[in-house]
């Protein structure tokens, strides 16, 4: 039995980008009409690699510096998410740029909530498999206050469950403009613990 199941929900690339900074003090990054993803993500982005180094996100698990899997390839964001995180700064138009993003999409609800270990398949097969929500940062508001004085201090409430997924290539491929993604799930149930099995 499979242990990942397609569903009726795709959603549309509607933005392509590249970090072109780690850490820096504030984000840093470029838009694309394509991006080339292999094993270790996009070549000569800021967060690709197969491994990386830990950060503050996972302090719980390594200490800072310790070398890890990179799950962290890429960072996807969502049109509808994004639009309501700019509502609340009072922007008209949050700019992937300022958020680092690798891609934007538009068409699937609730999207930083999708199950971690969903993937993202386009039709030539390309697969992207989802980490976890990525959480709001710092680095992110001070880019935004650069970029419009008075609007990035609210980012990390206002983007609170709204920042996207982290996610990392499963199947490499080019990944164009005006792709559709088809979206599995995986099979199991919500964890319960204590509860029925």
Do not use: Y
């Amino acid at each position: 039995m499979p242990a990942l199941v397609p569903t009726d929900h795709s959603c549309t690339v509607t933005w392509l980008g590249r970090s072109t900074a780690r850490d820096a003090p504030r984000v840093r990054a470029e838009a694309a009409d394509h991006l080339v993803l292999d094993f270790a993500g996009v070549e000569g982005e800021a967060h690709a690699g197969l491994t990386r180094p830990s950060c503050s996100r996972v302090t719980q698990q390594h200490p800072r510096g310790t070398e890890i899997r990179n799950v962290r390839q890429l960072s996807i964001v969502s049109e509808e998410e994004m639009a309501l995180i700019a509502a609340e700064l009072d922007l008209e138009r949050l700019d992937p740029l300022w958020l680092g993003a690798t891609l934007v999409v538009e068409g699937i609800a609730d999207f930083s909530h999708l199950p971690p270990s969903s993937r993202l398949q386009a039709a030539s097969g390309l697969t992207l498999c989802i980490d976890m929500t990525n959480e709001p940062c710092n680095i992110v508001s001070a880019t935004i206050e650069e970029a419009r004085p008075g609007h990035g201090k609210r980012f990390r409430a206002a983007a609170k469950g709204r920042r996207g997924v982290t996610a990392w290539v499963e199947r490499p491929g080019r990944l164009d403009l005006g792709s559709a993604l088809r979206l599995h799930v995986p099979r199991q149930r919500a964890w319960a613990p204590g509860g029925a099995s």
